[in-house]
């Protein structure tokens, strides 16, 4: 019997991690009869003078949120970075090792009605978001290591707040995921000459077989190494290493991209399709100045369901304690999200 | 201000996964008002005819579960791991990686009832669940280089079946968990001419700032760089290199601190603690016969749960796409769980 990915267990490799995967295509038809989750289906109201993200309502700290129109941007009530503590002395043990973080959490509203999603705004509207993201990551880069803008969306990932708004948590080290995938981008950057990502892009772009939506400035595609279900990343076609590069055509693009990407999202279970998402580019700070010609600007989305708006994928025991394990092809999943609409479904 | 790891922010280094983890103390008093789950409080009947588990019962293969009486192992229906199929053929890209993964994967119950938790069993059916591990790991051990055990235990942790059992999964490659661990224990050993986790099992008993329980033959810590709010590590104090070299005093006093390490965790949210454990040791298969003096064998359990049964820690964007945080430190979380009965409550 000939080899076929999409119906034969294999392992891929992720170059950007240096780990493998274990796909498991013949394993699809297992039955679940495990725990289910509430799906994301319940409308906000506009506005709740109880949440602290609406305009005009007082927050834990006692600031009251004024009457922002766009975007809105504030420090985090409850960081799990401060910019200021005392330090840890450096230890002499190599099994006790402990070093100081010092940063900076902040709260990022997208817009101010509760209501809306990136798919039901209008272009411009998200444009404004894209230039926030762009605005921030460009000031505290300024003095720190490394940006993360991040959003969890939806209770399943441990969002505690219907209105949409990202995070912002700046670092004066650079975080394991950053550290590692520079490492790897930089191996590869030195055997090759070209950055890694780029290769990749237009590697796929010629596959055409995990591309999920694309338009003239930037490529959705399932990685070939995809752990979650429906995992994605946005890869620019014109190379960038940080979002501050992107010009105002790139950032237009990639408004009317995430629009579109959210909407399939949204429509494969018809519900508020859970994720953790952000955006990675090459280090800020000090690192500034430095050569960075192998990182390559880019987001990544985590969706953690599985089968509906209900069953997710649980990363548990053998992911815990050997390696991430998939049933579902990548090449499966991006032909599920392709085929969705590019419009968000209307809720009842 | 003096720096007090108990209430400033810091990083910690795990040596076994050569990564960082951000300690947020401060931020504990955090309200909390997103998602919360199920508490784990559910009684199971002692025998559910409808339970593939059960002795008796007919499973999804068609095979009848047989009147088993102590432990019992059987081949997974839907198994990730397949002995054999159609390999992959190596690739010429290094961005799209195959490669070939055969293995096994076996579920094995604890004991007959349903309505058991190692901690409510006698010692010597606990000591049988011990043996039956061992005998496992080394029949498939002959064949595969890794073969892990888990347990998921509980809903929250992705199990779909509430009679007491755990997997066991043999694969011929090494999975990432362990490729990691074995290059870092290797280096330490390397460097110091002693296993890492025998060192760091003297020190922690030296210091009795992290441990949980002990007994004559093993010790149990939240390690120093756990991510999971109660996270433990389950070290012998007799230096052995895998499950299969402890003799008949190790394994009866690992039953015994098994007993109690649940009985605490079950205590600690009176609930029927959900977690994902299971045991590491140094490879198997061809590596049987190369020198393993770098390896102790050991236990690792990632609970999820975090203020109560039904708030657990979420590992989302930040910790996703950056580096892995905690609020409470490794320090209170011992002491929470040492201060815990050793029996478990009795369930209404
Ligand atoms: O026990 P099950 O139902 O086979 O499956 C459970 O454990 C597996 C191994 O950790 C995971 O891959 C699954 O996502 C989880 O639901
Ligand atoms: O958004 P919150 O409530 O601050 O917190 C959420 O995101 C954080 C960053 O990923 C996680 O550390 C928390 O576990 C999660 O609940």
Not at 58 to 73: D, F, H, I, K, Q
Not at 296 to 317: E, N, Q
Request: aromatic residues 12%; proline residues 7%; contains cysteine.
């Amino acid at each position: 019997m000939a080899f076929n990915p999409n119906e034969h267990q294999h392992l891929r490799y992720n170059p950007l991690k240096d780990e493998w995967l274990l796909v498991s295509p013949h394993r699809a038809l297992r039955p679940w009869s495990g725990q289910t989750e509430k799906a994301a289906v319940e409308k906000t109201p506009r506005f709740d003078p109880k949440n602290p993200l609406c305009p005009g309502v007082t927050r834990a700290s006692g600031l009251v949120t004024p009457n922002y129109e766009s975007t809105y941007v504030f420090s985090n009530d409850f960081p799990a970075l401060l910019e200021d503590g005392p330090e840890p002395e450096a230890s002499d043990d190599e099994l006790f090792q402990t070093r100081s973080a010092r940063g900076n959490c902040k709260v990022m509203c997208y817009h101010p009605h509760s209501d809306v999603y990136l798919s039901s705004l209008s272009t411009s509207e998200v444009v404004d978001v894209v230039n926030e993201w762009i605005k921030q990551t460009e000031e505290l880069g300024k003095k720190y290591l490394w940006v993360q803008v991040f959003e969890n969306r939806g209770q399943m990932m441990g969002c505690s707040n219907p209105h949409p708004h990202c995070q912002i948590w700046s670092s004066t080290f650079l975080p394991n995921e950053a550290r590692v995938k520079d490492a790897n981008l930089r191996k590869y950057y030195q055997k090759h000459g070209r950055p890694l990502l780029q290769d990749y892009a237009s590697k796929e772009l010629k596959k055409q077989e995990r591309i999920v939506t694309e338009n003239e400035e930037w490529v959705v595609v399932v990685p070939y190494w995809a752990v979650w279900p429906f995992e994605t990343m946005v890869l620019p076609k014109r190379q960038i290493q940080r979002f501050p590069d992107a010009d105002s055509i790139q950032r237009e693009a990639l408004a009317k991209i995430l629009q579109v990407l959210v909407a399939k999202y949204d429509n494969l279970f018809k519900c508020n399709f859970p994720y953790s998402m952000g955006w990675h580019g090459a280090p800020t700070g000090e690192q500034l100045k430095e050569d960075q010609s192998h990182w390559t600007f880019h987001g990544l989305y985590y969706p953690p369901l599985l089968r509906s708006a209900t069953v997710k994928k649980f990363m548990v025991g053998y992911e815990m304690l050997a390696q991430s394990q998939r049933d579902l092809t990548a090449e499966k999943a991006a032909a599920m999200l392709r085929d969705q609409s590019n419009t968000r479904f209307k809720s009842e």
